[in-house]
Each structure stands twice: as structure tokens, then as C-alpha cells.
């Protein structure tokens, strides 16, 4: 759309992150956002704004104390617009991302306590990538040590219980590293790895 576009790469996971606790998105945020503000002083802009939306405040969110810390302005999340709204609001002005399906951090693959490495990291990003290769669109393979825990769209899971399918899955993920793979039963859930602590 003839923006810009800057990518500010982080080498290593900072040991904070690494950890995993629970608000481990308020560290990520403060050190990513915090690296965006200093660059946007650096080139002269004054206000630095985040796509959060208001189906962001329907879930443990802990990131948004430090974009709120950095002075980040959410005018989407302001604006009281919410994913759906979004997208018809972006379809109408013919973006091309319009119906681009909502992406989390990988780290939330991973359940809170358990510590996050460039390996695990890679290899769900691997199994997503895979399973996207296969037609899944929105699709999360949750990390729980050496099992792959997929959850799927509800529309999706008939069409993944065919046996060849769920074979050449298993084998794929089997591939990646994981030991274990299943299909959970309930399907996609935003955030189904805050259950614990919400």
C-alpha cells in the first residue's frame, strides 16, 4: 500500500522471555515496542500506534501494560473495532490482507513455565507452515514438550480425520521433532493456553 516497511529483528530471546512466565508478553512488548519508539524518535515521528483491536481486551493480555507503558496509541482498540469489523473495513478499501487469518507469537504455542528455545520455536513454526501447506487456514499446533497438541477450525476436523490424512500428519510432525501428536477435541481456541491463570 506504498508504506515503508522496517523490520526491527531481535537476535536472542531475552532471558525474561525465555522463562516463560505468565506475563511474559509484557517483556517481550516492552523490549520489541520499546525498540519501535526509539527508532520512530530517531527518524522524527512522535507517535507510534499498534493494531491491538477490541477483541484484544476479551483475553489475558499482558503486553498491553507495556504499550500502554511506552505510550503506544491502540486507535483501532480505541475506536471499539473488532476483528470482524476490521476486515470488512479493510475488504471495502481493497486490501489485499483483508482476510488474512489472525497470527500469534509462537511463543504462545508453548505453555507458560515451560522455556522457550529457538528449537521449539522452529520446530512449530515448521508444523503450522506444514499443516497451512495442507489447506488449514487457521491452525495452531500448541507445544506440550514433546507432543503436538493441533487444534483446528470445527470445520476443518472432519476433513482432518480421514486416516491418510492424519498419517501423513503424524509422520510430518514425527519429522519435526515431536514424539506425540493429537487433535484436540474442541477445535481452535484463542488463548486456550491461558485457561490456567484467567
Same mark, same amino acid.
Given at each position: 500500500?506504498?508504506?515503508?516497511?522496517?523490520?526491527?529483528?531481535?537476535?536472542?530471546?531475552?532471558?525474561?522471555?525465555?522463562?516463560?512466565?505468565?506475563?511474559?508478553?509484557?517483556?517481550?512488548?516492552?523490549?520489541?515496542?520499546?525498540?519501535?519508539?526509539?527508532?520512530?524518535?530517531?527518524?522524527?515521528?512522535?507517535?507510534?500506534?499498534?493494531?491491538?483491536?477490541?477483541?484484544?481486551?476479551?483475553?489475558?493480555? #499482558?503486553?498491553?501494560?507495556?504499550?500502554?507503558?511506552?505510550?503506544?496509541?491502540?486507535? =483501532?482498540?480505541?475506536?471499539? =473495532?473488532?476483528?470482524?469489523?476490521?476486515?470488512?473495513?479493510?475488504?471495502?478499501?481493497? =486490501?489485499?490482507?483483508?482476510?488474512? #487469518?489472525?497470527?500469534?507469537?509462537?511463543?504462545?504455542?508453548? #505453555?507458560?513455565?515451560?522455556?522457550?528455545?529457538?528449537?521449539?520455536?522452529?520446530?512449530?513454526?515448521?508444523?503450522?507452515?506444514?499443516?497451512?501447506? =495442507?489447506?488449514?487456514?487457521?491452525?495452531?499446533?500448541?507445544?506440550?514438550?514433546?507432543?503436538?497438541?493441533?487444534?483446528?477450525? #470445527?470445520?476443518?476436523?472432519? @476433513?482432518?480425520?480421514?486416516?491418510?490424512?492424519?498419517? @501423513?500428519?503424524?509422520?510430518?510432525?514425527?519429522?519435526?521433532?515431536?514424539? &506425540?501428536?493429537?487433535?484436540?477435541?474442541?477445535? &481452535?481456541?484463542?488463548?486456550?493456553?491461558?485457561?490456567?491463570?484467567?
Amino acid at each position: 500500500i506504498g508504506i515503508e516497511h522496517i523490520l526491527v529483528e531481535e537476535q536472542t530471546i531475552d532471558a525474561e522471555i525465555k522463562r516463560n512466565p505468565a506475563n511474559r508478553c509484557y517483556f517481550c512488548k516492552k523490549i520489541e515496542f520499546g525498540a519501535i519508539v526509539d527508532m520512530a524518535k530517531e527518524r522524527g515521528f512522535h507517535i507510534v500506534v499498534d493494531g491491538s483491536n477490541a477483541d484484544d481486551t476479551k483475553d489475558y493480555r #499482558p503486553g498491553a501494560k507495556a504499550i500502554a507503558e511506552l505510550k503506544v496509541m491502540s486507535p =483501532l482498540k480505541t475506536a471499539g =473495532l473488532n476483528k470482524k469489523e476490521i476486515r470488512l473495513l479493510s475488504k471495502y478499501l481493497g =486490501l489485499p490482507t483483508w482476510d488474512k #487469518p489472525a497470527y500469534a507469537c509462537l511463543a504462545s504455542r508453548i #505453555p507458560y513455565g515451560e522455556e522457550i528455545t529457538t528449537e521449539k520455536l522452529s520446530r512449530i513454526g515448521k508444523a503450522e507452515k506444514y499443516m497451512h501447506s =495442507l489447506g488449514y487456514r487457521e491452525v495452531r499446533v500448541r507445544s506440550h514438550g514433546s507432543i503436538a497438541r493441533i487444534e483446528l477450525n #470445527p470445520e476443518d476436523r472432519a @476433513r482432518f480425520c480421514d486416516p491418510s490424512t492424519m498419517d @501423513r500428519v503424524s509422520k510430518q510432525l514425527k519429522a519435526f521433532g515431536f514424539l &506425540y501428536v493429537c487433535l484436540e477435541l474442541e477445535g &481452535y481456541s484463542m488463548g486456550s493456553l491461558n485457561r490456567n491463570i484467567v
